[in-house]
């Protein structure tokens, strides 16, 4: 386990705004909540609020900043979104560019920013029920559509974990519990059902083969809407990069079904 | 148990549809999901969803449709939200006239219209398990504050149900496994805690005396939006009457947690 495990949300963010951390939040401040950001400008907002309320098992929205605002006054008062995660991707007219450390210089003072609901927040619990959080897991394209909203559309990414058969069965029991980061999986097994693109995951090493004595166990991801503003080639989105996620004040339990 | 309670939702909205019911809808078409309905202007349509993302608990919005589409394709494909409702509430200029029953008349080109859950959507799961559900039930507000998007603001409205203690526990259980309906009951116990208008309830007779034997419990409302609008002050709005909600063709069960 990283020595980031047991870091306070406070003290991981500052880590990231001067620069001292700028790797995966995977096994980061373990219990408590993460979120996948979404920065975009005011005229897409409510399109983008949509797209993520119909397609709310990837996407469930846990806050919305009004424009210009960069502090989750809800989730982490104090924090600055522009500064306090260790990595965002940067998309120009529907292109992903080159990762920044610091989201500062691209803010906009129209910015909207959501942070959307993500599976990294039941790691604890999955942890707790004996369920190995730290290896075999990738991001994934699948060929599952989504509902479209305005100008947003595209696929759904999911999270997949090779488990064990026990550990699958014990993962849907935890993850029911979690509704608001997104639930149960979608998908256990044959990952041609939903076309998971095992070839060019979008985190991790390519997955080439059915493993002996393990199940794939497909999650929906965060990072579809992302996705779905590539589609909607939108001029200019900040966000989180895959993984590399917000890390709130919120313990994730709280978000859970008893 | 009324005649209505085993009907099927299309029969039931097109009942409605035709004039041959105008009454609540507490009670009928048992085990599917009902909504609430809010019909506003669509330059309204982002700070409204916005409040409602922000007051999920009150407000858990299940459908948004396109501006100017009055049929909701996901819950009730053929459905159309200008009539298939028994009774409708009016707004205009942050005042409510008078309920009317064909809200087609009021119908502006620009309506976005919003499905919200509703807490008449586990009665069935109520009543399986034991629970009484066809009396001794209130539409409130309270002094519980919501928080604020843009021009919507205001208190939680909640509902009020009479139960035995027995009962009371058994609500808790049943309703936590619903969070896209309300969930679990937000208070339980002395009605001044949350500032319980008992003299004016929005639905029901006054609430005058503590009685013996039952304890009050609270579950938040998706009534609350309606209020915020009247205090946004918003030109022309139409809801369904308090206790007069959509029939949706989803079985209530389809929202549950296992």
Redesign the interface.
């Known amino acids: 386990m990283s020595e980031w495990a047991r870091v306070t949300p406070r003290d991981f963010r500052q880590a990231c705004r001067e620069g001292r951390y700028a790797g995966t939040t995977r096994g980061v401040a373990l219990g408590y909540l993460q979120c996948n950001l979404v920065m975009i400008r005011e005229p897409f907002?409510?399109e983008f609020?949509?797209y993520c309320?119909?397609n709310q098992r990837a996407c469930p929205?846990l806050e919305?900043l009004d424009a210009g605002d960069p502090t989750p006054h809800?989730t982490a008062p104090g924090a600055d979104l522009r500064t306090d995660l260790p990595r965002y991707a940067v998309y120009r007219d529907g292109r992903r560019l080159t990762d920044v450390t610091d989201a500062s210089p691209l803010w906009q003072p129209d910015f909207v920013s959501f942070l959307i609901g993500s599976g990294i927040a039941f790691d604890q619990a999955l942890e707790d029920a004996g369920v190995p959080t730290d290896k075999d897991r990738w991001v994934i394209r699948t060929t599952i559509p989504t509902?479209r909203a305005g100008r947003f559309h595209g696929p759904m990414v999911v999270t997949m974990r090779w488990l064990t058969p026990e550990h699958a069965i014990r993962a849907v029991q935890v993850t029911?519990?979690y509704?608001?980061n997104h639930g149960a999986p979608i998908h256990i097994g044959d990952p041609a059902a939903i076309g998971a693109d095992l070839a060019n995951p979008l985190v991790g090493p390519p997955v080439d083969r059915v493993r002996d004595g393990v199940v794939p166990v497909f999650w929906a991801c965060g990072v579809t809407p992302q996705e779905a503003a590539l589609v909607a080639g939108i001029d200019i989105m900040v966000t989180h990069a895959p993984a590399h996620g917000f890390v709130t004040d919120w313990e994730a339990k709280r978000l859970a079904?008893?």
């Open positions: 907002a409510y609020l949509l309320q119909r929205v919305v809800l509902i029911t519990r509704p608001f079904i008893p």
